[in-house]
């Protein structure tokens, strides 16, 4: 790369023969005879050394040196002085240039000077660089600190739920456990007698036990299958007034029971983008609520509608007891029932956080809107999908042709039999 040198002397004759003898060596040269122009000049283009003359008509030397500096920090300065201006050299040095040369020239001082000061700039642009690069380092030290501080109070967080998630599953497994240990030991002992109504009904608990187990099961391992990534969804156009019928038809016998009343919008010409069996086990869950919290002889109504931004809206509304402000921030912690582990209906805490994941999953949100004393809304949003077009398969008929009817004259003494 070719050096540039910028050389400002108000003698032109003898900033031609300095801008010639450096030429010669190599070094690309422009001259100038005020400060004024100088200025101009590095305005205009770059330098990469200031080869500056202390007495200078308007700005000298020292007020020349300081302006290149505040154009130009990497700038290498030089101050040309005569014999007796050795303390204004050194004045011009303290406030920015890199070395002086006396008057007369010799070409033998002048090279070494510039070599000089040429590798005092490249050492300063690297320091420049390496401070910056050890600053820009120290920032990315105190980010990779700071996340690795949040990945540690994650990681502690986690642990902290997988053992209370640990906790309460042991809990809901060894409580039916115990059960169907306990009734199935009855049984099988001698000692204790039982009427057959009884083993009837010993048999029973054994059986609700062992469904509740089951479900138990399932549940947590769709829970495992969608925090490991795990989970496979079969995206489709649904008809959601086709799942919302087998849904009810599903629940309608534990609601007939209490004599709770369930009436749903007819949403058949609406279809979702979405799992149908994870769709339908969202639905199932959100209406089995409806019932178990609701009121003897309430209402269930769910309600179908196409909203905004290509998304259709369900919402299963019930008139049980409503959920406080608490209650509905603890509402997706799992195996929180919110205060109902001591009631008569069953349940472990996870099918609202089970349905949660599965309708964000398939693009979709779950929300909920409740009042105490008034009952709740539960709603959810999945993307809407166009239905798929049925073409009726057209039945090929068989072509008949009829033969036209002949009379038959019975043969002689044949006798003719009437149908």
């Not at 000089?116 to 390496?130: D, F, H, K, M, S």
């Not at 609406?270 to 209406?287: E, F, P, S, Y």
Request: net charge negative; proline share 4%; glycine share 8%.
């Amino acid at each position: 790369m070719t050096v540039r040198i910028l050389i400002v002397d108000d003698e032109p004759a003898q900033m031609r023969a300095l801008c010639d003898t450096l030429g010669a060596h190599g070094y690309e040269t422009i001259g100038r005879s005020s400060s004024e122009a100088a200025l101009q000049a590095l305005r205009a283009d770059s330098y990469h050394l200031l080869l500056a003359d202390l007495m200078l008509p308007g700005m000298d030397g020292i007020a020349l040196v300081q302006a290149a500096r505040a154009l130009d920090p990497d700038l290498a300065c030089v101050i040309m002085t005569g014999e007796g201006s050795i303390s204004s050299a050194v004045q011009a040095m303290q406030v920015g240039a890199l070395d002086y040369i006396l008057k007369p020239f010799r070409v033998s001082v002048i090279l070494p000077v510039l070599s000089r000061a040429l590798e005092t700039r490249r050492l300063r642009i690297q320091n420049v660089l390496l401070e910056a690069r050890l600053r820009e380092h120290a920032v990315q030290l105190v980010r990779m600190n700071d996340d690795l501080r949040t990945a540690q109070q994650q990681a502690d967080r986690a642990n902290q739920a997988k053992s209370a998630f640990l906790s309460h599953l042991s809990h809901e497994l060894r409580t039916p456990l115990n059960a169907i240990l306990g009734f199935a030991q009855i049984l099988l002992s001698e000692k204790l007698a039982s009427t057959e109504a009884q083993k009837k009904q010993f048999v029973g608990n054994i059986l609700t036990g062992a469904r509740h187990l089951l479900k138990l099961s399932n549940e947590v391992l769709d829970l495992a299958k969608i925090e490991s990534g795990r989970l496979e969804l079969h995206l489709e156009a649904v008809p959601v007034g086709d799942v919302l019928e087998e849904c009810r038809t599903l629940v309608d016998p534990q609601a007939r029971l209490r004599g709770i009343g369930m009436r749903c919008t007819s949403a058949e010409h609406l279809c979702v983008r979405a799992d149908r069996m994870r769709l339908k086990q969202v639905l199932i869950n959100l209406l089995s609520n409806a019932v178990k919290y609701n009121r003897d002889h309430g209402a269930i109504s769910v309600q179908c509608t196409e909203s905004g931004h290509d998304t259709v809206r369900i919402a299963v509304q019930d008139t049980g007891c409503g959920l406080s402000a608490e209650q509905q921030a603890a509402l997706y912690q799992p195996f929180n029932r919110l205060g109902q582990e001591s009631g008569s209906q069953d349940g472990c805490g996870l099918g609202l956080v089970l349905t949660k994941h599965l309708v964000e999953k398939m693009g979709g949100e779950l929300g909920l809107v409740s009042t105490v004393g008034l009952g709740s809304t539960f709603w959810l949003t999945l993307p809407l999908a166009v239905a798929p077009v049925v073409i009726p398969s057209l039945a090929v008929l068989p072509t008949t042709h009829e033969e036209p009817a002949q009379s038959v004259t019975p043969a002689a003494g044949s006798t003719a039999v009437a149908d």
